[in-house]
């Protein structure tokens, strides 16, 4: 593709010039592998992608390594962290829906022991592990917890984060290190405080193994919780609205070629205002987003301290980093949450105390927490959410969000830094690779560069094959040999076929029991040609009814192998 990209990611290029480590390795020049993972993000936010939100140290390592242009994610957390950390699909790993069980081995909910992690994988080829930040594949129990499907039971050597998904970013629940609840320390901040304890791990790592990393940011889920001073940084950035923000980013999508000109911008959610019009409670909507976007550069900033801690040792050369999201932006606007009442009988907690609760009642200092539009956007006695308003734009330019599996809730933004094999003379740096991949391609990868063995059978457990492919040729610029990528989250089905994508949404009027197990539902599907029409805009299934038929088959074919048909009540 043209190298002449007019990136604006483009500029921070000498900032990470690729170097030659001061010291050689020591681990027989297998790479040290870092999985950095935003949290509920748009495609478009970070800087290198289109977005105006300032991510330098993102736009660095793009700049110097790859940036692929169709890559998925299962559309919601806990599908994606399974399928990343396995190679396989969500429901093959236990992980169909969410962390509750719902009464078959692909709903189960819980972390599966016939799929391996790829801590596992790795610490058994000689590999040291850590992990910083969310892990949410096994369920969060407060008193007694069963801790077969925490990190360290799971292949990693040394933990810190949150076992479960969501809470606040100042004090969160199920706050954990290495096999303890723990109680954070005063200043927490989830984003400051998982990155220096990569930060510390990198550092204390003895440089005779390579070291497997695995860093998921809690940002930007909800709550959108940042520092005063960094959300400063954005006042005054977005006061032109949603909007004019989705069309500035579909253009410089353009100039960067991340979107192809014949490609249209969808159409603003039927139920966003436009901002031209009196939008109620405006300063409260622009601060979510000033806050929104406070949260993704304090993520890079953390990365950027990654980068220097392996620079400082000298390991940037050999270490393989890819940096992804779980998956599309957030419509979520926290309803369930806002009907809660305060109990009486409540009291802050103390400096020593766990916190248990996804939204707390009051912060450490006695304030009372406000829900959405009760509460203020930044500090800690605010717990809101951006709401669909911005995530449509986040999702720019795309259909859909989180949950969904039209392109804006499955989309995400994968970088490949690697000095030691991607470089100019080999696959051009900075250099767009459009080949569709996808999650399950991760471990892979990360077996085929590692040299490490897959298991058939791991403590006497039958393991399944990897669903994926290795990356390693598509750095170079090789096509992938696969048949197709399959979806299906909350009853919302997809298949992607080559260029074709044939995508199902689920609604109130269509039942995803699938009670009658061959039953196809061709009209429920739409069929896309995705180097034409990316944005899902033209569908051509009344134009192609045997390719319908043919991937509808595929898709079911694939639902009864993994599990998902039939469907559990």
Not at 53 to 74: H, W
Not at 108 to 113: A, E, I, V, Y
Request: with cysteine; proline share 6%.
């Amino acid at each position: 593709m043209k190298e002449t990209i007019g990136c604006l990611c483009m500029g921070f290029a000498l900032l990470f010039q690729c170097c030659t480590s001061p010291t050689p390795s020591k681990n027989g020049n297998r790479p040290n592998i870092i999985v950095i993972m935003g949290d509920d993000m748009g495609y478009s936010d970070i800087g290198c992608y289109g977005g105006e939100i300032k991510t330098p140290r993102l736009d660095g390592l793009a700049a110097n390594g790859l940036r692929f242009t169709q890559f998925y994610n299962t559309a919601r957390c806990c599908p994606t962290r399974a399928a990343l950390l396995t190679g396989l699909y969500p429901q093959q790993a236990g992980i169909g829906h969410m962390v509750n069980d719902r009464g078959t081995p692909a709903f189960k909910g819980d972390l599966s022991f016939n799929a391996v992690t790829i801590a596992e994988v790795l610490k058994k080829a000689g590999y040291s592990t850590y992990m910083s930040g969310k892990w949410h594949v096994t369920p969060y129990v407060i008193d007694n917890p069963d801790k077969h499907n925490w990190p360290r039971q799971r292949g990693f050597d040394r933990f810190f984060g949150m076992i479960s998904g969501a809470g606040s970013l100042y004090d969160p629940r199920s706050l954990t290190e290495d096999n303890k609840y723990v109680a954070p320390r005063e200043g927490f901040y989830c984003t400051t405080d998982f990155t220096d304890y990569a930060v510390e791990r990198i550092e204390e790592h003895q440089d005779d193994t390579p070291f497997f990393l695995y860093l998921s940011y809690t940002a930007a889920h909800w709550p959108m919780h940042a520092p005063a001073e960094a959300v400063a940084k954005y006042k005054g950035s977005y006061d032109e609205g949603w909007d004019e923000m989705r069309k500035n980013r579909f253009e410089r999508m353009k100039k960067m070629q991340l979107t192809k000109t014949e490609w249209e911008l969808t159409p603003r959610d039927s139920l966003i205002q436009p901002w031209s019009e009196d939008i109620p409670d405006k300063e409260w909507e622009l601060a979510n987003m000033e806050t929104y976007a406070a949260m993704v550069t304090l993520m890079d900033r953390g990365i950027g301290k990654v980068v220097d801690a392996l620079k400082a040792k000298g390991e940037l050369e050999n270490t393989l980093i890819i940096y992804l999201q779980d998956n599309g932006a957030c419509a979520e606007e926290l309803k369930w949450v806002s009907k809660r009442t305060t109990e009486e009988d409540r009291l802050p907690l103390g400096p020593g105390e766990l916190q248990t609760e996804m939204v707390p009642f009051f912060t450490r200092d006695g304030k009372p927490i406000g829900i959405m539009k009760k509460g203020w956007p930044g500090p800690p006695e605010g717990y809101t959410a951006y709401g669909r308003n911005w995530a449509n734009a986040s999702n720019t330019p795309f259909r859909e969000y989180k949950h969904w599996v039209h392109e804006g809730g499955i989309s995400s933004p994968l970088i490949v830094h690697w000095p030691a094999k991607i470089n100019s003379g080999t696959s051009g740096i900075g250099g767009f690779r459009t080949e569709p991949t996808h999650l399950v391609d991760i471990m892979a990868t990360c077996v085929d560069v590692s040299n490490s063995p897959y298991p058939t059978i791991f403590n006497g457990h039958k393991i399944q094959a990897m669903e994926g492919k290795s990356l390693l040729p598509a750095f170079s610029g090789n096509a992938l040999e696969r048949e197709a990528i399959y979806w299906e989250h909350e009853g919302n089905r997809a298949v992607r076929m080559g260029k074709w994508k044939l995508v199902s949404k689920a609604d109130k009027t269509h039942s995803f029991i699938w009670d009658k197990i061959d039953d196809l539902e061709l009209d429920k599907w739409e069929l896309f040609d995705m180097e034409e029409d990316r944005t899902e805009m033209h569908n051509l299934a009344a134009v192609h009814p045997d390719l319908v038929q043919k991937m509808a088959q595929m898709w079911m074919t694939w639902g009864k192998r993994t599990g998902i048909v039939p469907r559990p009540q």
